[in-house]
């Protein structure tokens, strides 16, 4: 096996040294169309808090993200299972709970249809399932959720849980109706109108230990970001669509230099800007693994709705004097003559479950 | 067999060589004796002048039949005393050799016939030196130019000269003999390649002119009275001028099916290697394309690590440096290399895929030797230097500068920290034959790979790289061996050889493997001719040693659809041991020669300490030379192979799993069209099984032994040897290798590559110029689609859904490679330039799929572009 590590590792070297000038495809950082950017878990006794409690419940948030500024949930359905997860060692995750559906004798699965008459399962097949037949859901080992407009729901965590983990499967629907079918290797899918959009995801809940001291989110709302030195103040969708959606003709709809003059939004040249993120010392908490003092890493993740980031993530460590970093942002070639909003998201994970989203908008004008 | 031995005694009297005659003086007082190595003091007083003996009738001693059976050489060193009437008055033995030798030159000796020492024109008795040489050459005996003193007419002069460049060779051995023998005289060639021989008998005579590095030439001339003879000889330089090796190596009957040999002449020389001689395996039959920069060995459809790579018997695990780039091993100091794709001698173990033996060359004895080479990706130094008599050491080393390049091409700021990449490797061996039946070979070795990047903040896209990715790998190995001719039916070889080995490989921070490893290996092999017909080989080996490794990383992937089968689980593993493992193994193997059949039965049982598994290999080969140019041959036999080391591991694999297995069956035959020309077709049916694979999704226990697999083909190839001026291979394989996991499908084998044709040639066009071009035309490799993928919210990536394993196919594969060189021949030393051309016509051809963050969009990853290689030789 190291033999051929070291060969993959040496062929990709070689590989990108002679070919990576050519490589053009979509980078992560650029918002083109719906996505999702993370999950949050929220307790309700303190949102502030990152492991449910088995025996209590806890709520989970997708954030999600549309190209276009004003684009509302509205238009989402989404399709969730709650599971435990398979002690296997692939990269896609499975339930424990799906291996009570295979003959183990052949290892085959047994088709999921024949217990319950149909091949394909939609949100408004299952609700009429629970109506009408609750005694075949009841039959499945696994419980759908069915989510219709922003994917936040909340889930019970068992009592006694198998792992000190939990499992999310499902499948978020922009345009489109959520459907479950085990034929399918992606388990999950979706009926999508013109336009439309399916985005399978996976979540792992972790759980609180009651040796261990609680996880808290890593924060954004108290960081400092700056454009150019510039403070670069927190602005909200609602306020920009006031600003920009105030013109009579679509040619001025999008005036975000609008936003500009009312002081909304920050204006700013078309040419390369720098953005730079300050953070709190207390949103790295330290903590123990085998009795050792570790502290959290942060990873933060950035995208943009216009423009190119030189990076698409950033790493922010303990250890290091100034918790924060700079950022490269290069305009796109066309700018139209009332300006380009431009929103800039970010997202802070701590590898432990925690998470957290900020959003920072500017109007590049020509 | 062409008749093996003569035996010759090379007269050394009044020869180059140093020889003491000294006169026995009846009369001491007024005579002092005489002695070629003293140097006469004061004015020399006015004696009168004295001459040597010469000998006027040589006797050909009887070789002694044991040593002769036994291949045994000798010099016995005799004291003559010659009468004043030139016959041999006493003869003792100074220096014995044994083995019946010394007898025969006495008794030979006792009856040569000299024409006395004479002291002005008296006759006197006279003592000498005698060094009689038993050699198994067939050469006639040859008298010097000054003791050939017959009556002669006419004369012959001449010059000796380089075919290509027409510049004189000096020291040119020029041998003229009287076609009825009658007459033998040599001479050397002086600084201007001119040679003379007078007083020549008429007749027609047959001259040869034999120096180093140029092949040898004969002519017949016609002497005639009174008439000078002026010819030019014009020599060509050998087919490999590098090739110092006198010795000749004549092939033992085969053990195994098929053995593909590339010897020296070739090694460096073909199109699109860089002059790398390990990568001219890649155009024999049965070798499938590896894929770019990954320098994997796939043979028969078999996997990369199922087939085990040897240096002088060793085995090694990494053949090249960076994984493809260059070997591991300076190209000057190689012999050979045998490839056996399968059905191999029970010799050769714990491997169920091919063997590929690279074969050092013997030191030059005889003379300091060096190379230089200069080229834009490494510099290497060679060096050649005999030590005494029959003792020489080799020494190479060589280091990349493509640190140098690397850092020039990015920018400061990129990296916070970088190192390399680099390479670096030697190798050292002394050899000696300690006696005519020892020989004793030391070696070390070592190489180094070293590349480290360090990222402050996460490199572009690829955040998993945050912190840098840094690998490298170093080996140290010492080899002794011992080969002994015990009798003259029984050969001994002893082997030992020691080493440590340490591997590091960081990604991030997420991933860190640390493997260090003490290998230990040692054979001994017996050979013992029961008869003329049958042969009995007996042997052990063992491979053993302590080691530890740490893993910090993913749980390894064993995704069963053909996913990467890499360190890219979801959960963080941490791992770290201290392991011994110990392979021994007995063989014994069976010759016999039932003409025109001959069968080599063998049998291997293998031991793995970790499995606590026993393994029995049994083994058959069969040839039948149906006429003397055409060859029918077969072969069947079981292999084993342990599992990996990390398979075995309880966290990430099965301690309980049991070695892979495979049988081997394969038919064909060879053609010797010509001398330099053969034909080989042959078909080979593999049946894999007990083959390790992973669980269903990759559940506990993570590996079994629930795979089996298929593999056949048949393998079409030409050969055109380099007696001449070309030299080329022209080969097709059309093959299958299949898989099966569990009890799902057959689907086909990552490297199945079902068309591979590879022609390559290399000419010398004259006047040092030569080129050669290989062009490979092969199927493209299969791959796994990735129909989706999973928004993987905990570490903001995705999670690719693979599609039927091995469904698609990349393109086919298409290369020229091409290869110029000159080279310049000045007094004493040689200059080459080389031009390497890799991928002549820029092809862009598919090594794989690069996809974009969540697997929707891809787009063809192509490998080499057009590389031009040029470099620089020097040569003393």
């Known amino acids: 096996m190291i033999s051929r590590v070291f060969a993959v590792v040496a062929a990709a070297f070689f590989i990108c040294i002679f070919t ?23 307790l309700p006794e303190d949102p502030s808090l990152v492991w449910p409690i088995p025996g209590e419940s806890a709520r989970i948030s997708w954030k999600v993200v549309f190209p276009a500024l004003g684009a509302s949930t509205d238009t989402l359905e989404s399709m969730f299972i709650v599971c435990t997860p398979a002690p296997v060692s692939v990269t896609t995750p499975l339930c424990l709970e799906f291996f009570s559906l295979m003959d183990k004798r052949k290892g085959a699965q047994q088709d999921l249809s024949q217990l319950i008459g149909v091949e394909r399962l939609t949100c408004a097949d299952l609700e009429q399932a629970k109506r009408e037949r609750p005694e075949l859901l009841e039959a499945l080992p696994i419980d759908f959720l069915c989510v219709e407009g922003e994917p936040s729901y909340e889930i019970e965590i068992p009592e006694d849980p198998a792992q000190d ?25 979706c009926e999508l109108k013109k336009g439309g959009q399916e985005i399978p995801v996976v979540f792992y809940v972790p759980l609180q230990d009651e040796d261990d001291p609680p996880n808290h989110h890593p924060r954004l709302d108290n960081a400092e970001f700056r454009i150019n030195g510039r403070a670069w103040p927190q602005v909200l969708e609602t306020d920009l669509l006031k600003y920009l959606l105030d013109g009579d003709s679509n040619d001025e709809r999008f005036d975000c230099l609008r936003a500009v003059d009312e002081r909304a939004v920050l204006g700013v040249a078309a040419e390369n800007q720098v953005f730079s993120l300050l953070i709190e010392y207390d949103s790295l908490e330290e903590y123990r693994v085998r009795g050792e003092r570790q502290s959290e890493e942060l990873t933060i993740a950035h995208y943009a709705t216009s423009g190119k980031l030189n990076r698409d993530s950033s790493i922010i460590r303990s250890e290091w004097e100034v918790l924060g970093f700079d950022l490269e942002w290069e305009p796109p070639e066309e700018i139209p003559k009332n300006g380009l909003l431009t929103r800039v998201f970010f997202t802070v994970r701590d590898g432990r479950g925690g998470f957290d989203s900020a959003m920072r908008a500017f109007c590049v004008t020509r | 067999m062409a008749r093996l031995t003569v035996c010759i005694a090379v007269m050394m009297l009044l020869a180059p060589q140093p020889v003491e005659a000294q006169p026995i003086d009846p009369a001491p007082k007024s005579e002092p004796a005489v002695n070629a190595e003293s140097e006469p003091k004061g004015p020399p007083p006015a004696q009168p002048e004295i001459t040597p003996p010469r000998l006027l009738e040589f006797v050909e001693a009887t ?90 007419l006419g004369s012959m002069e001449g010059k000796v000269i380089d075919r290509d460049d027409e510049e004189p060779i000096e020291k040119v051995e020029v041998i003229i003999s009287l076609n009825d023998g009658s007459v033998s005289r040599r001479t050397l060639t002086d600084n201007q390649g001119n040679f003379r021989f007078e007083q020549l008998p008429e007749g027609r005579y047959q001259v040869t002119a034999i120096v180093q590095q140029y092949s040898a030439f004969s002519a017949e001339e016609q002497i005639r009275s009174d008439e000078v003879t002026s010819v030019i000889y014009r020599l060509e330089l050998a087919t490999d001028p590098y090739a110092f ?30 002059g790398d001689p390990i990568r001219t395996v890649e155009v024999l039959p049965g070798v499938a394309r590896p894929p770019f920069g990954s320098g994997l060995l796939i043979v028969r459809g078999s996997r990369p690590g199922d087939t085990q790579p040897l240096f002088e018997g060793l085995p090694v695990s990494l053949l090249y440096h960076f994984g493809g780039l260059t070997s591991f091993v300076n190209s000057r100091l190689l012999d050979s290399i045998d490839f056996y794709p399968g059905n191999f001698s029970v010799r050769y173990g714990r491997k169920q895929g091919g063997i590929v033996e690279v074969q050092a060359a013997e030191p030059e004895f005889e003379r300091f030797h060096g190379v230089a080479d200069i080229n834009l990706v490494d510099a290497s130094l060679f060096l050649e230097v005999p030590i005494v008599k029959d003792t020489g050491v080799v020494a190479a080393i060589r280091r990349s500068y493509i640190d140098f390049v690397f850092e020039s091409l990015f920018s400061d700021d990129t990296f916070s920290v970088m190192a390399a990449p680099v390479y670096w490797d030697y190798q050292v061996m002394a050899s000696s034959r300690v006696s005519s039946r020892d020989k004793l070979r030391l070696m070390a070795f070592g190489a180094s790979d070293r590349f480290e990047i360090l990222f402050e903040q996460p490199s572009g896209e690829q955040q998993e790289v945050t912190g840098g990715v840094d690998f490298s790998n170093l080996s140290h190995r010492v080899h002794a061996t011992w080969n002994r001719r015990a009798s003259a039916s029984l050969d001994q070889d002893i082997e030992l050889a020691a080493g440590t080995r340490e591997f590091h490989f960081g990604f991030g921070r997420e991933i860190d493997v640390l493997f260090k490893l003490v290998e230990i290996y040692g054979r001994a092999e017996w050979r013992y001719r029961l008869s003329r017909r049958v042969t009995v080989i007996g042997g052990l080996d063992l491979l053993s040693g302590p080691g530890e490794y740490s893993f910090y990383g993913p749980r390894p992937d064993r995704n069963q659809s053909g996913g990467p089968d890499g360190p890219l689980g979801n959960n963080t593993l941490e791992l770290s041991d201290d392991f011994l493992y110990f392979y021994p193994a007995v063989y014994l193997e069976s010759n016999l020669d039932l003409s025109p059949v001959r069968l080599v039965l063998g049998t291997r049982v293998d031991y793995f300490n970790n499995l606590q598994e026993f393994a029995f290999d049994p083994r058959l080969s069969a040839h039948y030379s149906l006429t003397p140019e055409v060859t029918l041959k077969a072969g069947v036999g079981l292999f084993t192979q342990p599992p990996e080391g990390q398979e075995t591991v309880e966290e990430i694999g099965n301690p309980n799993l049991k070695p892979n297995r495979a049988l081997h069956l394969s038919a064909g035959c060879e053609y010797q069209v ?14 894999l099984f007990e083959q390790v694979v992973p669980t269903a999704f990759g559940q ?12 056949y083909g048949v393998e079409l190839a030409a050969k055109v040897e380099p007696s001449g001026r070309f030299f080329g291979y022209l080969s097709y394989t059309l093959s299958r290798s299949e898989r099966r996991e569990r ?133 003393i």
């Open chain 2, 245 to 274: 090796s006198a010795t000749a190596r004549i092939p033992p009957p085969p053990r195994e099916v098929t053995r593909r040999t590339i010897n020296r002449q070739q090694l460096t020389r073909i199109a699109g290697t860089k």
């Open chain 2, 63 to 152: 070789y002694p039949k044991s040593a002769r059976e036994a291949g045994l050489e000798a010099k016995v060193e005799l004291e003559i005393t010659i009468g004043p009437d030139g016959l041999v008055s006493d003869v003792k033995v100074i220096s014995p050799a044994g083995n019946g030798f010394d007898e025969e030159a006495l008794e030979a000796a006792k009856r040569f016939r000299f024409e006395p020492a004479k002291r002005g024109d008296t006759p006197v008795a006279s003592r000498i030196r005698y060094g009689y040489i038993f050699e198994m050459r067939e050469v006639a005996p040859l008298q010097t130019e000054q003791e050939a003193q017959a009556p002669s």
């Open chain 2, 743 to 875: 009890d799902d499908s057959w689907a086909v084998f990552d490297f199945d590559q079902p068309h591979i044709l590879t022609a390559s040639g290399t000419y010398r066009l004259g006047r040092g110029w030569e080129a050669g071009l290989t062009f490979r035309l092969v199927s493209g490799n299969p791959y796994t689609p990735i129909v989706g993928s999973s928004y993987y919210s905990n570490e903001d990536r995705y999670i690719p859904i693979w599609g039927d394993q091995n469904s698609k196919r990349s393109r086919l594969f298409h290369r020229l490679d091409l290869r110029v060189e000159k080279l310049w021949t000045f007094d004493g030393w040689k200059l080459a330039v080389y031009l390497d051309v890799q991928n002549a016509y820029n092809a862009a051809n598919q090594e794989g799929l690069i996809y974009d963050y969540r697997f929707r969009k891809s787009q063809v990853l192509t490998g080499l572009p057009i590389l031009p290689v040029l470099g620089v030789r020097g040569e």
């Open chain 2, 674 to 687: 010509v001398e330099e020309v053969s034909l080989g077709l042959e078909g080979y049916f593999k049946y």
């Open chain 1, 165 to 189: 983990e939990l499992l999310i499967l499902g499948i978020l629907c922009d345009k489109g109706k959520a459907f479950v079918d085990i034929t399918r290797t992606a388990f999950f899918g």
């Open chain 1, 20 to 42: 990576a000038c050519d490589i053009d495809l979509p980078r992560v950082s650029e918002i083109t169309d719906t996505r999702v950017l993370g999950t949050r878990i929220e």
């Open chain 2, 700 to 711: 506990e226990p993570y590996l079994v032994n629930d795979g089996i697999g298929r593999v």
